[in-house]
């Protein structure tokens, strides 16, 4: 039934990412009560959809006029994809962009029941009604204009990707250096307590270096965003209405004493931003702290502007 060529294999998945990503941003928006870029990339795509498409056809061939195994064939195949994608993505950035624990029978996270049984049923809705008639609209276009979208396409898909890739392995490193930040807090809590009981001499000068630490943690954890800039010298509003060319000659050295406060760029910043509104489930086991308290800067930041309105 499926005898495609490469390119029409990649229309069908640029087209499935793209109503995937309509389905879930509105889906989102409307539990949300605001518009929501759902997604990793910034660009109107789900690749996981896409991904989710061409896989649900290969794996359904065989049992085309068979529903229950279709439907199985669905649930089975969609499930591990998205299990083995969940967690690839969790390794690789530190953040799980989708999170199913506060759900029933679920696994790690990554997948449960309810998500599983309903990609049985997007299965049989996919290969028995939604493909055939995008199908014959495919292969209605002419093999070059195909093979132009889909290089143009590609070239995009590709760039986007790059970039918040890029992106989210900086917040990545930005969590974990945080996260050695609060360890070596506890630690030095935990020394100065045992100075304390050896060495009254001693006790000044750890007492010290930790009020040090605890005063950079809470720059970094118990401040809001306008507080952060200002430590730096730096006004939020201001620093993103100018020009990568004047921050860069204005703000050089004062973004260096914001990046050693925090280990997080302006840039990242708003990445971050972005991506607490794409995915407001988005969670992480081993950095779950600091996740949240990165959350809370965005929320008091979000509260404070819709105050001033």
Request: with cysteine; proline share 2%.
């Amino acid at each position: 039934m499926y005898t495609y060529t490469w390119y029409q294999w990649l229309t069908f998945f640029y087209l499935y990412c793209f109503l995937g990503w309509i389905f879930e941003s509105s889906y989102v928006s409307i539990l949300q009560r605001r518009p929501v870029n759902r997604g990793f990339l910034r660009i109107p795509l789900l690749p996981l959809y896409g991904s989710g498409a061409v896989m649900m056809l290969w794996v359904s061939l065989p049992f085309q006029d068979n529903l229950i195994l279709t439907y199985l064939s669905g649930v089975v195949g969609a499930t591990a994809l998205e299990y083995l994608t969940g967690l690839a993505m969790e390794s690789l950035f530190k953040i799980r962009y989708w999170d199913y624990s506060h759900k029933k029978y679920n696994v790690h996270g990554y997948i449960c029941l309810e998500s599983s049984l309903f990609w049985g049923v997007l299965t049989i809705l996919m290969t028995h009604i939604v493909h055939r008639p995008i199908a014959r609209a495919v292969l209605a276009i002419p093999a070059g204009q195909d093979i132009l979208f889909v290089t143009a396409v590609s070239a995009v898909f590709l760039y986007d990707t790059v970039v918040c890739t890029r992106e989210a392995l900086a917040l990545g490193r930005s969590l974990e250096a945080m996260e050695r930040f609060r360890r070596e807090l506890e630690n030095l809590q935990v020394q100065t307590s045992l100075l304390k009981m050896e060495a009254g001499d001693r006790l000044a000068a750890a007492s010290e270096k930790l009020e040090t630490q605890k005063g950079k943690l809470a720059s970094l954890l118990g401040m809001s965003l306008d507080e952060l800039w200002k430590s730096a010298g730096i006004r939020l509003e201001t620093f993103l209405d100018m020009s990568a060319e004047e921050r860069r000659e204005k703000y050089a050295g004062r973004l260096k004493l914001l990046k050693a406060l925090t280990g997080i760029t302006a840039k990242q910043i708003r990445f971050t931003r972005n991506r607490f509104r794409s995915n407001p489930t988005a969670a992480s086991r081993r950095y779950a702290k600091e996740l949240a308290a990165l959350r809370e800067l965005f929320d008091s930041r979000n509260n404070e502007i819709k105050e001033r309105h």
